[in-house]
C-alpha cells in the first residue's frame, strides 16, 4: 500500500543519511571552495581539518534538516516512481526503457517540493565551517604580516546559526521563494539522475530474480542501488557542483557571486576550468551508492 512504501521510504533515508552525512558535508565543502582560496585537498583531508577545528560532530552540521526532511523526500521519490511505472504499463506488460525513464522523470520532478528547501538549509549550516576556517586563517596572516604594528587584530569569532533562524530569516525578507532558490538548478540535477537510476536499477535488480513474481534477494537490491545510485550521480555531479553554489548564501573571502544557471556555469568554466564541474563527485558516489542500496533493500522489504 501507499502509507507502508511511504513509511519504508522514509526509515529508508534515515538510516542512509546516518551513515554517510560527514561524506555529503566534505562534498559540499569541496565543490564551494574555489581558486586560489583553496582550504581542503580531498575529502580525507576536509573530514580530518573539520574534526580538529569543529569536533566529531562538526561533520554532522546540518544534519538535523536531512534526518527531518529526508523522510518525506526519499518516501516522495521512491513511491513517485512506482506510481507512474504501475500508470505507464499497459496490462501488466513489461515496461519499455523510454517508460521506465519517464516513470523516473516524474519522481525527479515530484521529490524538488522537498529536496529544494531541504538542501538550501543544509548547505548553508554545511559551509559555515569552511567560511570561518577561512576568515580564521586570512585574519591570521593578515596579523602575523602585521605583527609590528601596535595592537592585536581581534580574532575571529564564528557565530553560529541554526536552521529554523536561517528558515525565518530567509521567510521574512524573501517569503517562500527564498527557501526555493536554487530550483530550477535542483530540477536540473534530480530529474536526470532519476532517469538514469531508476531504469538501471530495476534492470539490474530483475538480473537478481530468479522467477519474475520473487523478489530479488536483499543483497542484490542492495548492490543494484549502489551501482545505478553511483552511476547517476557521477552523470549528473556537474549540475550539483551548480546547485550547491547558487543555493549558497555566504561567500568567502573573494569568492565568485552568480545570478543564474548560465551565469554560474560561464563563470565556473572560465575561472576554474572544466574539471571543477567534476568537483566532489566521488564524494556524491560514495554518499549516493548506500543511500539508495539502504533505501531500495529497505523499501522492498
Known amino acids: 500500500s501507499?502509507?507502508?512504501k511511504l513509511i519504508n521510504g522514509g526509515i529508508a533515508g534515515l538510516i542512509g543519511v546516518t551513515c554517510v552525512f560527514p561524506i555529503d558535508l566534505a562534498k559540499t565543502r569541496l565543490q564551494n571552495q574555489q581558486n586560489g582560496q583553496r582550504m581542503y585537498t580531498s575529502m580525507s583531508d576536509c573530514l580530518i581539518k573539520t574534526i580538529r577545528s569543529e569536533g566529531y560532530f562538526g561533520m554532522y552540521r546540518g544534519a538535523a534538516v536531512n534526518l527531518t526532511l529526508v523522510t518525506p523526500e526519499k518516501a516522495i521519490k521512491l513511491a513517485a516512481n512506482d506510481f507512474f511505472r504501475h500508470h505507464l504499463s499497459k496490462d501488466g506488460k513489461k515496461l519499455t526503457l523510454l517508460r521506465e525513464m519517464l516513470a523516473g522523470c516524474g519522481a525527479g520532478t515530484c521529490q524538488v517540493i522537498v529536496t529544494t528547501p531541504m538542501e538550501m538549509l543544509k548547505i548553508q549550516l554545511q559551509d559555515a565551517g569552511r567560511i570561518a576556517a577561512q576568515k580564521k586563517l586570512m585574519a591570521a596572516q593578515a596579523q602575523l604580516s602585521s605583527s609590528s604594528a601596535a595592537g592585536a587584530a581581534e580574532p575571529v569569532v564564528e557565530t553560529r546559526?541554526?536552521?529554523?533562524?536561517?528558515?525565518?530569516?530567509?521567510?521574512?525578507?524573501?517569503?517562500?521563494?527564498?527557501?526555493?532558490?536554487?530550483?530550477?538548478?535542483?530540477?536540473?540535477?534530480?530529474?536526470?539522475?532519476s532517469i538514469v537510476?531508476?531504469?538501471?536499477f530495476a534492470n539490474l535488480n530483475k538480473l537478481g530474480q530468479k522467477d519474475p513474481n520473487v523478489k530479488a534477494p536483499f543483497y542484490v537490491s542492495f548492490l543494484s542501488g549502489c551501482v545505478a545510485g553511483s552511476t547517476a550521480a557521477v552523470a549528473v555531479n556537474p549540475c550539483d557542483v551548480i546547485k550547491t553554489r547558487l543555493q549558497s548564501l555566504q561567500r568567502g573571502v573573494n569568492e565568485d557571486t552568480y545570478s543564474g544557471i548560465l551565469d554560474c556555469t560561464k563563470k565556473i568554466w572560465q575561472?576554474?576550468?572544466?574539471?571543477?564541474?567534476?568537483?566532489?563527485?566521488?564524494?556524491?558516489?560514495?554518499?549516493?551508492?548506500?543511500?539508495?542500496?539502504?533505501?531500495?533493500v529497505v523499501y522492498f522489504i
Open 271 to 296: 575561472k576554474e576550468g572544466p574539471m571543477a564541474f567534476l568537483k566532489g563527485a566521488y564524494c556524491r558516489a560514495l554518499v549516493i551508492a548506500p543511500l539508495f542500496g539502504i533505501a531500495q
Open 197 to 200: 537510476y531508476f531504469p538501471l
Open 161 to 193: 546559526t541554526t536552521a529554523t533562524q536561517i528558515t525565518r530569516e530567509l521567510l521574512r525578507s524573501k517569503g517562500i521563494a527564498g527557501l526555493y532558490k536554487g530550483l530550477g538548478a535542483t530540477l536540473l540535477r534530480d530529474v536526470p539522475f
Open 2 to 4: 501507499l502509507p507502508a
